[in-house]
């Protein structure tokens, strides 16, 4: 049984960081991608950033880009998204989803992905 679990939301400050993580289980992360997507109240969920499980290729929204990175620990089936110098309009649900990977073509499109946690907020003062 495929199962996400996404934690390390909270509320932080403007400029500050916040690293989410997202524990798969059910699966190996070298099979599949890894998305991570985020949605703020009234607004579409959007592709925040992903990483490919067989070669480790990454893709950034361009608004994160030099912000925010992403990794993960095969060991720990985990993947990460480190977030720097945080903005207000950062804020949101975030959502980590997995798909397998060659199935994906557009990396930070949601309808892509066939598994999803329940998400994380983060919340982003100014």
């Known amino acids: 049984q495929v199962q996400l679990v996404e934690s390390g939301g909270g509320l932080v400050q403007a400029g500050e960081s916040l690293t989410l993580s997202c524990a798969a289980s059910?699966?190996?992360?070298?099979?599949?991608?890894i998305g991570w997507f985020r949605q703020a109240p009234g607004k579409e969920r959007e592709g925040v950033s992903s990483?490919?499980?067989?070669?480790?290729?990454?893709y950034f929204l361009d608004s994160v880009k030099g912000r925010f990175t992403i990794s993960r620990d095969n060991a720990k089936n985990t993947v990460y998204l480190q977030m720097n110098s945080l903005k207000p309009e950062d804020t949101g649900v975030y959502y980590c989803?997995?798909?397998?990977?060659?199935?994906?073509?557009?990396?930070?499109?949601?309808?892509?992905?066939?598994?999803w946690g329940l998400g994380t907020q983060v919340t982003v003062s100014s």
């Open positions: 990483i490919s499980g067989p070669d480790g290729v990454t």
């Open positions: 989803a997995a798909g397998v990977a060659g199935s994906i073509t557009l990396h930070l499109l949601r309808y892509e992905y066939d598994y």
């Open positions: 059910g699966f190996t992360l070298d099979r599949y991608v």
